[in-house]
């Protein structure tokens, strides 16, 4: 059975910290991996990633994959406040235009 | 755009009643998701469309759950009857076949309670 495990499930930081969000898969037919970031309402799209070893950012935020390990990691840098969410990853797998199979979230906190 | 639309926002109803939550994904957008989250399972995948077509339903935990989608810009999921354990937020999400592998667009959510 295909599986996406999220870790740790929960993490309190003060402001400044840098964080680590940890994603592992198994999955058949995988093609991509996605990091959304959930508030209160939708979870917003932050990166897709595809091939091994590519390094993504945006700001602060920052993802890579290792294809061969199967995992991906969410790093943030210099939290914020505004960076308390749940940060969901999720793996498509098969088809023309697969399904995705989502971790269970991590729910980040950042005291100020 | 204003995104993907779902209504109603929030929905109370009593065991046994039905239930229709609806979704208006973004124009131009020809695949169609419908998600469930709780706490305990996270997201899962219950159906989704391509160009108006029910692609994999496997998800859909019971024949009281149906979904359709009549045209590209309305989607329906029904639960009849429902169950306290229906209790969940309920998302429609939409997305581009292409470019190839383009992220997936949700909705803000139905959150559903069955008493």
């Known amino acids: 059975e295909d599986k996406v495990v999220q870790s740790p499930l929960s993490l309190v930081v003060h402001e400044g910290d840098t964080v680590t969000l940890n994603c592992s898969y198994e999955v058949t037919n995988f093609r991509s991996l996605l990091w959304y970031k959930q508030e209160k309402k939708a979870p917003t799209f932050l990166f897709m990633l595809t091939s091994s070893g590519i390094e993504k950012k945006s700001g602060r935020l920052s993802s890579i994959l290792d294809k061969k390990e199967l995992f991906s990691i969410l790093n943030i840098t210099a939290t914020q406040t505004g960076d308390s969410a749940i940060y969901l990853c999720?793996?498509?797998?098969?088809?023309?235009?697969?399904?995705?199979?989502f971790g269970k979230g991590t729910k980040l906190s950042v005291k100020p | 755009d204003a995104g993907v639309i779902q209504s109603p926002r929030h929905e109370v109803t009593e065991m046994g009643q039905e239930v229709t939550l609806r979704c208006k994904p973004i124009?131009?957008?020809?695949?169609l998701f419908w998600y469930r989250q709780t706490m305990m399972r996270g997201l899962e995948l219950l159906i989704y469309?391509?160009?108006?077509?029910?692609?994999?339903d496997s998800g859909m935990p019971e024949d009281r759950f149906s979904a359709k989608m009549p045209n590209a810009s309305f989607s329906t999921l029904k639960i009849q009857p429902s169950e306290p354990r229906d209790s969940a937020v309920y998302f429609c999400?939409?997305?581009?076949?292409?470019?190839?592998?383009?992220?997936?667009?949700f909705g803000n959510g139905t959150r559903l309670t069955v008493t």
């Open positions: 999400a939409s997305s581009l076949s292409r470019p190839y592998n383009s992220p997936l667009h």
């Open positions: 469309f391509n160009n108006n077509v029910p692609i994999d």
């Open positions: 124009s131009g957008h020809d695949y």
């Open positions: 999720a793996v498509e797998v098969g088809g023309s235009q697969g399904n995705l199979i």
